[in-house]
């Protein structure tokens, strides 16, 4: 049985594509790729125990590069689900100091791997020579002092050593994840330190959440590139509010009953009568 790395990134990609990463949605749309990528690896796993590798060249493609493509995703859209589920405030030098601590552990985590682990180095460096090792069912060499969690693997479906790539490229995505989110928070906070005097926001929140929602499908904000999230930190900042629900004020407003837009309503109603008075 040879499974095609290209359908496999197709099928993911695909999923990728309705994503934004961004916004009050993020903790939703992580949580669905979670499941999305679990159902998947559950699916193969049931394909490989029923048909296996008819060549070991197709066991070790899957084990180095298939399996792990899957699972390091995996784990990467999980950890994005926690650890956006607990962070303390959407925005600002708090949210961004609990970013970079998780940086630092990532790198710490990098520093003991590059010391201490042989096969680190050999996946990193490219090599293949050991792979009929590294990534062939039953090949465990139980001398070596495995981690704890090597006798729980289903051996039928693990190597043992794919589930160390699989955390080697969660890593890198994750790692790459946080440093957006620093970024953009320190963006945002250079892009509103004009703002010396306060300016409080009188409406209520729901009316803001429908304000940003409507500048974003109208893409009124860099043609609609800039996530919800990223629009919504900005009009926190601006009008000194919080809103860590927008996306539940936003779905909210969809099961309004009468008009779902009252508040967009009124500023039409509004710059009516001003330019009526004029």
């Given at each position: 049985?040879?499974?095609?790395l290209?359908?496999?990134c197709s ?6 594509d309705?994503?934004?990463l961004?916004?009050a ?11 999305f990528?679990k159902d ?12 296996s590798?008819?060549?070991?060249e197709?066991?070790i493609?899957?084990?180095?590069v ?6 390091g995703?995996?784990m990467f859209?999980?950890k994005?689900?926690?650890i956006e589920?607990?962070c303390?405030?959407?925005g600002?030098?708090i949210?961004r ?8 552990v990532?790198?710490e ?11 680190y ?6 090599r293949t020579?050991?792979?009929?090792l590294?990534?062939?069912?039953g090949n ?5 002092g495995?981690?704890s969690?090597?006798f ?7 190597t043992y ?5 699989s955390?080697?490229?969660g890593?890198?995505?994750l790692?790459s ?11 945002t906070?250079?892009s509103?330190?004009f ?5 409080t ?8 959440a429908e304000l940003?929602?409507?500048l974003h ?16 930190l900005?009009?926190?900042k601006m009008?000194?509010?919080s809103?860590p629900?927008?996306?539940?004020s936003?779905h909210?407003?969809k099961?309004r009953s009468?008009s779902?837009?009252r508040?967009?309503?009124k500023?039409?109603r509004?710059i009516?009568?001003y330019?009526?008075e004029e």
């Amino acid at each position: 049985m040879k499974i095609a790395l290209s359908n496999i990134c197709s099928l993911i990609s695909a999923e990728q594509d309705r994503l934004t990463l961004s916004g009050a949605s993020l903790i939703e749309e992580s949580s669905s790729m979670t499941i999305f990528l679990k159902d998947l690896l559950l699916k193969l796993k049931v394909q490989i125990l029923k048909d296996s590798f008819t060549m070991r060249e197709d066991e070790i493609q899957f084990f180095r590069v298939i399996k792990p493509y899957i699972l390091g995703r995996l784990m990467f859209y999980n950890k994005i689900f926690k650890i956006e589920t607990g962070c303390p405030f959407a925005g600002g030098e708090i949210a961004r100091t609990y970013y970079l601590q998780l940086i630092n552990v990532l790198e710490e985590e990098f520093r003991r791997s590059t010391t201490s682990s042989d096969f680190y180095r050999y996946y990193r460096s490219g090599r293949t020579d050991r792979d009929n090792l590294y990534f062939v069912r039953g090949n465990i060499d139980y001398n070596d002092g495995l981690n704890s969690f090597a006798f729980e693997l289903d051996y039928n479906f693990s190597t043992y050593y794919d589930y160390k790539v699989s955390k080697i490229v969660g890593n890198d995505l994750l790692y790459s994840y946080l440093a957006a989110r620093t970024s953009i928070l320190v963006e945002t906070q250079r892009s509103l330190d004009f703002l010396e005097e306060p300016i409080t926001w009188t409406e209520s929140k729901n009316a803001l959440a429908e304000l940003i929602y409507s500048l974003h499908a109208a893409s009124s904000v860099n043609n609609g590139q800039l996530g919800i999230r990223r629009l919504t930190l900005i009009f926190e900042k601006m009008f000194n509010v919080s809103l860590p629900e927008v996306h539940h004020s936003f779905h909210r407003m969809k099961a309004r009953s009468g008009s779902r837009t009252r508040f967009l309503e009124k500023l039409k109603r509004s710059i009516e009568e001003y330019m009526n008075e004029e």
